[in-house]
């Protein structure tokens, strides 16, 4: 009587070609060049960072380009303890929610050059670029987010974003 | 013009980290299998079939009910397949219920599955996608920043969660087919394990757990017969709703969803409901991090905002406390978390409780129960409402 | 406003009162999913006046493994607005399976209207692997068969019966690009004789090139809407008559081939024989299958099959079954036919079938 058969390798490799589209084209070249590049919904004219084209509660095509601020607020965070496949950041690490200046939606980015014990909601910071000779058309060329010495933004003022 | 329709037969398998023994069809087939003669029927007497499941990379297997439509017993019967994010087994519940109600079916079996160890979820869950920030933490890390706002928003303080995720583990005790069984659990036990995403700790979060949870959904006279043939009361849904909103825009509250209180509402209206914690004997909500128990309170309605982790420190949500309204006496997702079946365990154990079956962690006189499932960034709910009595 | 058709199906007719559909093109490499999506949902509530507010449900379909990244149908809502909040469903299957789960909901009468969409590509990825994993994942995908391949093992068992040639699949393949020269949307139109595609080369015997469908990147977009709404909507709602849709064994081994009993049953169920049929629309990507499904649905030869080109001329994954109930419909609304068979599938081989007949009044 032979072992039963639990299990069986079935190795398998897709390999995909991207369209990011126009939107994100675009958002794309402003990083290529270290620039945020929002977006504004012609109907409800909320600025959207990341857009993939369209505004998720109307429906239609954000057309208007706006550059927005290097610098942003932490609407709020979490420290990351657990190691995941593809990381190579140092344990633990800061993810947190940033809001750009300009913009009306936050995104999720690194926080370094502050201990992991000092974070905290409110915290005023600035994005750090790679050299301009690495900047390409990616969110790598964004190395992370660190304080930029403002006091912290009050409640008020992003209380909205959470 | 809709339909009465109940859950007349219920089946699922014990959760595991790995089930190595059965194959995907092996493992819905025992699922499939116990609900269809839970109602005393053979699968000839099934006129539809509708499966779940969250993303298909989880086990590797593109649309996977297609090779699956035999052990699912639905060769020239009429089989869909629902994908709705973390809410997929609320929502192919709801489904197949759907096709009862609208009087085009009388028996439709429902089943939603996940068979993790088959691939790697955690890869699934991040594959590297261009244009999108490369900092993925899994799914924790992208609800404990969520969790931080409700701690401040409400002035919570830092142990509720950690109560939670006790009060649940000693739920799992008392039900078979939980995945975590952990005798020793204790608040020191949850605050000693890791801190995975501050303020997220190890065990405060789910498993991953391979595991299949299936129900038929009868007619009227459907359920008349199930009754005189298994002795088993139907459980009758009184109510079910689906809301979604976006993942992301401007002023969007993520702690509180508006889609969340939408749903309640539209559900509590169907249902009949004007005050959920008075009117609900029991519930079984979708908490996959040990926080959202208060925040789902608050979002359905069972106090004020800012006031769900009151109720949970108070242990109003407590089986073995004796609280008055009994949250996920399964164990919940916190205990067991095959994915796409999440959700339907949720309205398993609703059916199993009006039914009076559920063993050990039965509510007493549990007459009408309230099931939740959320998915995505928590843009996307199901919900329903069974009880004993007909509507 | 002329009443409503005697309905084989269900109890409250719903009828197809508006249907969008991008153009079809092997590979769309300037917009995301959203992107093609937007001005696709923008025609279909704007060819009958009413916004996203109007519709009470909203469903779509699409599938994961195209894009190679879980939860792709959650981006796509975006091209929708779902604010507030709206009650919204996704099925991991062709948008007419989509249209199905929301006429059931339009059975019970609580809402009036709702939208389908569907979209999907075929260009990101290799299409014939991507839809190897389609297969059982043990004893079949390993192996990595390939969706061409799997159809000529069907094409080759039909000419083994005696019932079809070569010369019957190329006259096939003939009609639809012929027919398709008159649809603007088709991907793959010509006008050429089954003598001349019959000395085209084996891609794998015995399918030549003109009997495999293009590949195509694209999505579609319908609003349904029940009774009076529906007239409110449209001058000549095709109204479902009939719906239904049934799956077979997914064991190659175990299924005749050559038939498609699914799509009998469904044809059965959805009143198909109950009167004569105008204009069918198929779902038949492969030439040869176009004939089993004549076969199977028991289509007279005077029904006009797939006048827009069907699944040869544009074939949209996760859309081509959901754009087949739209082409038919445009032939109910223009007077052009009474009574429309449409047909959508999904799985290998005509695994799964939904036939849905259409009726003006
Ligand atoms: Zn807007």
Redesign the pocket.
């Known amino acids: 009587m032979s072992e039963p058969v639990t299990m069986m390798a079935a190795p398998m490799r897709l390999d995909y070609v991207f369209t990011p589209g126009v939107a994100q084209g675009k958002n794309m070249h402003g990083l290529e060049r270290g620039v945020f590049i929002g977006q504004r919904?012609p109907?409800?004219k909320?600025v959207y960072t990341l857009s993939r084209g369209s505004?998720p509660?109307?429906g239609?095509p954000t057309d208007e380009i706006v550059e927005l601020s290097n610098t942003g607020t932490v609407t709020t965070y979490c420290v990351v303890n657990v190691p995941f496949a593809g990381q190579s950041i140092e344990l633990p690490y800061i993810c947190a929610q940033i809001l750009l200046d300009g913009a009306n939606l936050s995104f999720m980015g690194l926080i370094q050059e502050i201990p992991a014990g000092e974070i905290r909601m409110g915290l005023r910071v600035e994005a750090v670029w790679v050299p301009p000779d690495e900047l390409g058309p990616t969110m790598a060329s964004v190395k992370y987010f660190r304080p930029n010495g403002e006091p912290d933004a009050a409640f008020e003022t992003y209380k909205e974003y959470l | 013009m809709s339909e009465r329709c109940a859950v007349i037969g219920i089946g699922q398998t014990v959760a595991k980290s790995k089930r190595e023994d059965v194959s995907i069809a092996g493992l819905v087939r025992e699922a499939v299998v116990m609900a269809v003669e839970d109602a005393g029927l053979t699968f000839a007497d099934i006129d539809a079939v509708v499966v779940g499941k969250a993303p298909d990379m989880f086990e590797g297997v593109m649309m996977p009910e297609l090779y699956l439509a035999g052990a699912l017993g639905a060769v020239g019967k009429p089989m869909m397949r629902v994908h709705t994010a973390g809410s997929v087994g609320g929502s192919t519940a709801i489904v197949a219920s759907h096709l009862v109600a609208s009087g085009i079916h009388d028996r439709v079996l429902t089943v939603a599955f996940e068979k993790q160890s088959d691939s790697d979820a955690m890869w699934a869950l991040s594959v590297p996608q261009p244009f999108s920030s490369p900092l993925l933490a899994g799914a924790g890390g992208y609800f404990a920043p969520i969790i931080r706002a409700y701690m401040h928003r409400s002035g919570a303080p830092r142990d509720v969660g950690m109560k939670v995720a006790v009060k649940d583990r000693l739920h799992a005790l008392k039900n078979p087919y939980a995945h975590l069984h952990l005798p020793d659990i204790s608040l020191q036990m949850v605050e000693d394990s890791i801190m995975l995403w501050d303020p997220l700790h190890y065990l405060e979060s789910c498993p991953s757990s391979d595991g299949a949870a299936a129900m038929v959904i009868g007619s009227e006279r459907a359920a008349a017969q199930a009754e005189t043939d298994t002795g088993r009361r139907p459980a009758w849904i009184h109510g079910m709703a689906m809301r979604s909103e976006p993942t992301m825009f401007a002023g969007r509250d993520q702690v509180n969803p508006q889609a969340g209180r939408d749903c309640a509402a539209d559900l509590y209206r169907q249902a009949g409901i004007s005050d959920p914690r008075a009117d609900f004997d029991m519930a079984e909500v979708y908490v996959p991090f040990s926080w959202y128990e208060p925040m789902w309170l608050e979002n359905l309605g069972f106090c004020a905002e800012g006031d769900g982790w009151k109720l949970t420190e108070a242990g109003a949500t407590s089986l073995i406390d004796g609280g008055d309204i009994p949250w996920n006496c399964s164990g919940g997702v916190l205990s067991s978390n095959p994915i796409g079946a999440s959700g339907m365990l949720r309205f398993l154990e609703t059916a199993l409780q009006i039914r009076g079956e559920a063993g050990e962690h039965q509510v007493p006189d549990a007459r009408r129960a309230l099931g939740q499932a959320y998915g995505g960034g928590s843009q996307f709910f199901s919900m329903w409402v069974v009880a004993v009595d007909k509507p | 406003m002329s009443g409503f058709p005697a309905l084989t199906s269900g109890h409250r007719p719903v009828g197809v009162v508006s249907f969008a559909q991008h153009d079809n093109v092997r590979r769309d490499g300037e917009h995301n999913d959203v992107e093609m999506l937007l001005p696709v949902i923008a025609e279909v509530f704007g060819n009958v006046g009413i916004t996203k507010d109007d519709v009470g449900f909203i469903c779509s379909g699409s599938t994961d493994y195209l894009v190679g990244g879980p939860f792709s149908f959650v981006g796509a809502l975006d091209a929708v607005g779902v604010w507030p909040p709206r009650a919204e469903s996704h099925v991991e299957m062709d948008g007419a399976w989509a249209l199905y789960e929301a006429w059931v909901l339009l059975q019970e009468g609580e809402i009036d209207s709702a939208l389908v969409y569907s979209f999907g590509r075929s260009s990101p990825g290799n299409l014939s692997e991507i839809l190897a994993l389609q297969l059982d994942p043990y004893y079949m995908a390993p192996l990595w068969p390939d969706p061409c391949s799997l159809a000529a093992l069907q094409a080759q068992a039909l000419i083994d019966t005696g019932r079809a040639s070569e010369a019957d699949f190329a006259a096939v393949a003939a009609r639809a690009r012929r027919s398709a020269l008159g649809n603007p949307k088709a991907q793959l139109a010509y006008d050429r004789s089954p003598e001349e595609l019959l000395r085209e080369d084996y891609e794998v015997a015995p399918l030549r090139r003109h009997a495999l469908p293009p590949l195509t990147d694209g999505c579609a977009a319908i609003v349904l809407a029940a009774g009076d709404r529906a007239y409110e909507l449209c001058e000549r709602p095709a109204f479902i008559t009939g719906i239904d849709h049934r799956v077979e064994t997914h064991a190659l081994g175990a299924r005749d081939l050559t038939r498609s009993a699914s799509t009998t049953l469904a044809g059965q169920k959805a009143g198909v024989g109950k009167a004569g049929v105008d204009v069918a629309e198929l779902h038949a990507p492969f030439a040869h299958q176009e004939l089993i499904l004549v076969d199977a649905l028991g289509l007279a030869d005077d029904v006009e099959v797939s006048p827009s080109g069907g699944a040869l001329a544009a074939n949209p994954i996760m859309s081509a079954g959901l754009i087949r109930i739209g082409e038919a419909s445009t032939r109910i609304w223009s007077g052009l036919a009474d009574r429309a068979v449409a047909h959508a599938t999904s799985g290998p081989c005509l695994q799964q079938n939904l036939v849905c007949v259409l009726e003006g009044v």
């Open positions: 919904c109907k409800c909320k505004c509660t109307d239609v």
